[in-house]
């Protein structure tokens, strides 16, 4: 399926390109760096296939509330999950907002019953949905959103369940930055170009998160997004702040008399 962003692109480049316009080279590099420019195609199924797949779940709608990166919903199983993220951006309370501040999942077991969040359980009620779930997503200490799970059946989630869908949640933040992060942000990390800093972060990053050093590079991209820095600030930062751990105190001695 093409980019619908691809039709806005070509005509700006017909507008930039023709007899008296800029030269056609320099076009398509404008078209290039724009191209380069355009959120990430985001896979929602991806994302919420693993929810699915437990226990009474009948959807999951993924967003970015409460993170640095802006509120919004990244992905959503169906129509009424969607529903449920909007409800819960547009009154800004529900189950997602107090996981975010508790850092550990919030769970709405009977909307019919529930007085935490009056306006927002008879909104979900209102449109058949009777427990919610939500879960903080976040990782190498950034907040990255939540993820809202949606019964029609009342009812609590076995406490191993609720453990294990919390498991999920590290990939699931990996796959919503891989989202939000411009791809300008993540398409240059050849390690043969890159300086020393930034390859020595991403390999502290790596070892400290267990993960992968594209996943690392991300996650450095990630939080000097969110910080408003440039990258290899941050990697500067991480590195010197090893660097200082491996040496440990100094300690002077004394000679003895």
Do not use: K
């Not at 529903?83 to 501040?101: F, H, T």
């Not at 919610?132 to 369940?161: I, K, M, Q, W």
């Amino acid at each position: 399926m093409s980019d619908p962003a691809d039709a806005v692109i070509d005509e700006l480049l017909a507008v930039l390109s023709p007899s008296g316009g800029i030269h056609p080279g320099l076009a398509r590099h404008v078209g290039q760096q724009l191209r380069r420019l355009r959120p990430p195609a985001v896979d929602g199924a991806a994302l919420c296939e693993p929810y699915l797949r437990c226990g009474p779940i009948d959807g999951v709608a993924i967003s970015t509330i409460g993170s640095p990166f802006g509120a919004a919903t990244v992905a959503a199983s169906d129509p009424l999950a969607l529903r449920l993220d909007e409800i819960q951006l547009e009154l800004r309370q529900g189950p997602c907002w107090d996981a975010i501040a508790a850092a550990a999942p919030v769970a709405m077991v009977d909307a019919g019953s529930e007085d935490r969040w009056p306006v927002f359980s008879e909104a979900v009620g209102a449109i058949d949905i009777r427990a919610v779930f939500a879960f903080p997503l976040v990782v190498a200490g950034l907040p990255v959103g939540a993820v809202d799970l949606y019964s029609r059946t009342a009812g609590p989630l076995g406490e191993g369940l609720v453990e294990e869908l919390a498991a999920r949640t590290a990939r699931t933040s990996l796959g919503v930055l891989s989202a939000v992060v411009p791809a300008s942000g993540r398409d240059d990390l050849g390690e043969a170009r890159a300086p020393e800093s930034l390859r020595r972060a991403s390999d502290i990053l790596a070892t400290r998160y267990r993960t992968s050093p594209r996943d690392a590079l991300l996650l450095l991209r990630a939080h000097a997004l969110a910080d408003d820095r440039s990258v290899d600030a941050v990697a500067e930062e991480i590195v010197s702040d090893a660097d200082a751990v491996t040496a440990g105190p100094r300690t002077t001695r004394t000679r003895a008399r």
